[in-house]
């Protein structure tokens, strides 16, 4: 369907990866969610990962991962002290946003950058109380759903101005 650059044997590894990610970047250095996942965009290493690029699909950590999109921006962030690193046993809200969002990138072909124009992040992040604990495929309904309802009303909208 799309953009699926890599082989289902590494999607884990990116799921992990982008979930610590946003954890390191949100709760570790303090950056909202939209703005962490849109230096994740901008940078271009959300496009390396669905074009398979190994540097981001197994070759780094997610604290690597989210201080490339850093560097990449320019962003100079605060970055905390982290004798063992920051990659955590416990997952907070925002791992699990990036973890599914890697997941439904991957299964579903869209690019991160078309899955935010249709839900900002900071909403993924508030799907996690109904939907953590439910099966990864719960999530992919949700998500399917609110595009569909997006899409259908960008073209009623679109039907409605060239008959005004």
Same mark, same amino acid.
């Given at each position: 369907?799309?953009?699926?650059?890599?082989?289902?044997?590494?999607?884990?590894?990116?799921?992990?990866n982008?979930?610590?990610?946003?954890?390191?970047?949100?709760?570790?250095?303090?950056?909202?969610?939209?703005?962490f996942?849109?230096?994740? @965009?901008?940078? /271009?290493?959300?496009?390396?990962?669905?074009?398979?690029?190994?540097?981001? @699909?197994?070759?780094?950590?997610?604290?690597?991962?989210?201080?490339?999109?850093?560097?990449?921006?320019?962003?100079?962030?605060?970055?905390?002290?982290?004798?063992?690193?920051?990659?955590?046993?416990?997952?907070?809200?925002?791992y699990?946003?990036?973890?599914?969002?890697?997941?439904?990138?991957?299964?579903?072909?869209?690019?991160?950058?078309? @899955?935010?124009?249709?839900?900002?992040?900071?909403? @993924?992040?508030?799907?996690?109380?109904?939907?953590?604990?439910?099966?990864?495929?719960?999530?992919?309904?949700?998500?399917?759903?609110?595009? /569909? /309802? /997006?899409?259908?009303?960008?073209?009623?909208?679109?039907?409605?101005?060239?008959?005004?």
């Amino acid at each position: 369907m799309g953009i699926q650059g890599y082989d289902k044997f590494f999607l884990h590894d990116v799921m992990d990866n982008l979930g610590f990610a946003t954890d390191f970047a949100v709760n570790g250095c303090g950056i909202a969610p939209d703005s962490f996942y849109d230096f994740f @965009i901008i940078s /271009k290493v959300a496009r390396q990962i669905e074009t398979n690029s190994p540097v981001f @699909i197994c070759g780094c950590s997610g604290t690597e991962l989210a201080l490339t999109v850093f560097e990449r921006v320019g962003f100079d962030a605060v970055i905390p002290d982290m004798p063992f690193g920051f990659e955590r046993f416990n997952r907070t809200p925002e791992y699990w946003a990036g973890w599914i969002t890697a997941f439904y990138q991957w299964k579903r072909g869209l690019s991160f950058s078309r @899955i935010r124009d249709f839900v900002p992040f900071h909403d @993924i992040i508030n799907m996690y109380y109904p939907l953590h604990e439910a099966p990864e495929e719960k999530f992919l309904g949700v998500m399917d759903e609110i595009i /569909k /309802k /997006k899409e259908r009303s960008a073209v009623s909208y679109s039907a409605r101005r060239r008959t005004s």
